[in-house]
């Protein structure tokens, strides 16, 4: 074990856990307004290991829509681990298929951010042992906070509306991968389907607005901006 | 208001979305050598799949086409939230602004 790598990672990891913490005590609160005693909300933390899709599976379950549908959302959300996957591979290529499989694990948005441009950039780095100090730090804070959350979210009166903080934090999220026009109005067009399909069955507008949106968003990729779409 | 399904459906649900979601982590790191990138159509849906997931999760909790259920509060502190986001991309000033003006608007109203 490279120790000082793993420290390295470790130690950059640290600024994001603003961002982690908040995140965190909000999917043990969903946990406990869906109705999940402390173990439950633990195993789907250490299970599924992705902050949104678990809260916004917890949103749904609260609202007894159909389990396909929390599933396919769930994973949808998640579909975005393909292209980390994808992109950090190459760096992963000597390692056994042993290693390879617990470094996938911990994965996460912040883990392949941190990795790929330390291994982009000029100091030479162990790159399982940067990688793991990085990952298995975020993995530790975000287990923290979620059973931290849970028992916070018990003893806070309704009043105080927590809940209201699931879609904050979503917003939080959703403003940066607006970057573009063609991003923009897939979230425009998904945002605007679900709100108007709020009352539909199986949370369908949710469905429909995610998909309509995403194809809006490759259409308007394809037809930029002055072009008369030919 | 708590879910209604029992712990075995429960853990199903946890147990595949877990499964799935770790297929999608580990696909190309298992299989790189065999296949090294996306087809670019796919990737093309990817980079979608953010914005419009998470604007169809967040818009209506903010706004709602039913006039009995509009909520004046939540629009509101939805609304300077975004603003922040937008300002900052820093998820605490988001939420802090979110929560914050809710309860002002709940105290004051």
Known sequence: MDTSAFRRGARDAVPLLLGIVPFGLVAGIAAVNAGFGLPTAVGLSVVVFAGASQIAALELLRQDTPLSVVVATAVVINLRYLMYSASIAPYFREFTARWKAA??????????????????????????????????????VWQVTTVAGALLG???????GLEFAIPLVFLAILVPAIEDRASAVAAVVGGALAVLGAGLPLNLGLLVGSAVGIAAGVVTERFPEGSDGD | MATSYDPVALAAAVALIGILTYACRLSFIA??????EIPPGVERLLRFVPAAVLAALVLPSFVTLDAAAFAPDKFIAGALAAGVAWKTEDVFATMATGMGVLWAVRLLF
Do not use: H, I, M
Request: charged share 20%.
């Open chain 1, 103 to 140: 470094l996938a694990y911990v994965l996460t948005d912040q883990a392949y951010a941190l990795s790929v441009a330390s291994y982009r950039s000029d100091r030479p780095v162990d790159r399982k042992w940067y990688y793991l100090g990085a990952a298995v730090t975020l993995w530790a």
């Open chain 1, 154 to 160: 018990t003893g806070v009166p309704d009043a105080w």
């Open chain 2, 31 to 36: 299989l790189f050598g065999r296949l090294d």
